[in-house]
Every structure is written in structure tokens, then in C-alpha cells.
């Protein structure tokens, strides 16, 4: 079946970058665009950016231009999210999502990743 | 950027009763208006995309309906397993997703 799977949680400290990955399974990797959305505690989600698995073209949300990059490998059927300049504001859940024409399915299960000192 | 706001934040019904939820755009996003589950410690799950069509595998209770900028999901008869939050996704013009609706049991 389709499934994404994400990596496990992280900890880091302000100021660090983190990594994140997203293995898809189950479909045609390049058919598909994979997003990036976080939550953090009691928030709504937030989306962050896209890769065009195809062809490897990004977008980002401003609010998070300069900061994040996502890119992919086909060969291993990942993508992957890099944010930058951590501070504790990003403490949250990212998920990765596949983007079918307009909406999302499925999504990762998850990553949460902890900016503390 | 298209902001969504979804009302109420907080709904409280008992099984069998009829949920109505509802999100509005600040600005027209045709029918690119998806509605998604999510319980809590899981990932989001699509229910509705395009404003009206259901999702795979998604029972009939659930419905939605609108364009434009106002947008209604409703589950006809309330079951245990779907007292949960349920977000709106639109992707006209970039992407955004709307504050949350908690259904909780009364």
C-alpha cells in the first residue's frame, strides 16, 4: 500500500539545523510532489514547502524562505527537510505528505523534533 | 496569503447527533477545499477533497459542500471513533489550513 515513513525524533539545540526524511513506498515516487507541514503543541498545522519529486523543483512558504530546503532522491525514494537556525518556536510534529492534484494522501507518521538548550 | 476560519472551535454532541462544521475563505478558492481527520498522536487523514467529493474508504456520513469561499462539512450521525479535530486545507493560491474544529463528545 502507499505509505510514507518518516524518520525518528530529534533533539536539538537553538541555533543547530535539522534533517529530516521521508521514505515513500507503494507508488511511482516521481508521479507525485511530497509536501512538508508542522504542528506545534496545540497549534494548527502549518505548511512549510514542496518538492516536485519529478524534476526536483521546490516552493516554500515565506514564512519559512531562507531557512528550510527540501530536496529528494530518487534513487532511494526520499525526501528530505532541512530547517536551519533552530530556535524553540520550532518545537513540533513535521510531516510529510504526498499531493495528490490538491489535497494530501497519505502522510508521514510524524517527526517530532525538540529545540531546547 | 488565503486565510481560513473554521467554526466553532469546539463542538460538543452525543453519538447519533448531526455535526456541522464550517470554514470560510478571506478570499475565493473555487472548490479546492479539502477537510481532514486527525486524532490525537496520529497524522491527518483526508475525508473530503474538491468541497464535495469523499475520499476512499471514507463512510457515507460524511459530507461537504460549497465553493467559493464558504464551505460546510457534515457527519450525519456522530459515531465513537469520529470525535476528533478536523482541520480545512485550501490550495487555490498557495496552501493554507484553517484553525480546527474539536468534536468532543458532550
Known amino acids: 500500500q502507499v505509505q510514507l515513513v518518516q524518520s525518528g525524533a530529534e533533539v536539538k539545540k537553538p541555533g543547530a539545523s535539522v534533517k529530516l526524511s521521508c521514505k515513500a513506498s507503494?507508488?511511482?515516487?516521481?508521479?507525485?510532489?511530497i509536501h512538508w507541514v508542522r504542528q506545534a503543541p496545540g497549534q494548527r498545522l502549518e505548511w512549510m514547502g514542496y518538492?516536485?519529486?519529478?524534476?526536483?523543483?521546490?516552493k516554500y512558504s515565506q514564512k519559512f524562505q531562507g531557512r528550510v530546503t527540501i530536496t529528494r532522491d530518487t534513487s532511494a525514494r526520499t525526501a528530505y527537510m532541512e530547517l536551519s537556525s533552530l530556535r524553540s518556536e520550532d518545537t513540533a510534529v513535521y510531516y510529510c505528505?504526498?499531493?495528490?492534484?490538491?489535497?494530501?494522501?497519505?502522510w508521514g507518521q510524524g517527526t517530532l523534533v525538540t529545540v531546547s538548550s | 496569503e488565503i486565510v481560513l476560519t473554521q467554526s466553532p472551535a469546539t463542538l460538543s454532541l452525543s453519538p447519533g447527533e448531526r455535526a456541522t462544521l464550517s470554514c470560510r475563505a478571506s478570499?475565493?478558492?473555487?472548490?479546492?477545499l479539502a477537510w481532514y481527520q486527525q486524532k490525537p498522536g496520529q497524522a491527518p487523514r483526508v475525508l473530503i477533497y474538491?468541497?464535495?467529493n469523499r475520499a476512499t474508504g471514507i463512510p457515507a456520513r460524511f459530507s461537504g459542500s460549497g465553493s467559493g469561499t464558504d464551505f460546510t462539512l457534515t457527519i450525519s450521525s456522530l459515531e465513537p471513533e469520529d470525535f476528533a479535530v478536523y482541520y480545512c486545507?485550501?490550495?487555490?493560491?498557495?496552501?493554507?489550513f484553517g484553525g480546527g474544529t474539536k468534536v468532543e463528545i458532550k
Open positions: 505528505a504526498r499531493e495528490v492534484l490538491r489535497w494530501f494522501d497519505p
Open positions: 507503494g507508488y511511482t515516487f516521481t508521479n507525485y510532489a
Open positions: 518538492i516536485n519529486a519529478a524534476i526536483g523543483d521546490t
Open positions: 478570499q475565493s478558492v473555487s472548490d479546492y
Open positions: 474538491d468541497a464535495s
Open positions: 486545507q485550501q490550495r487555490s493560491i498557495w496552501l493554507t
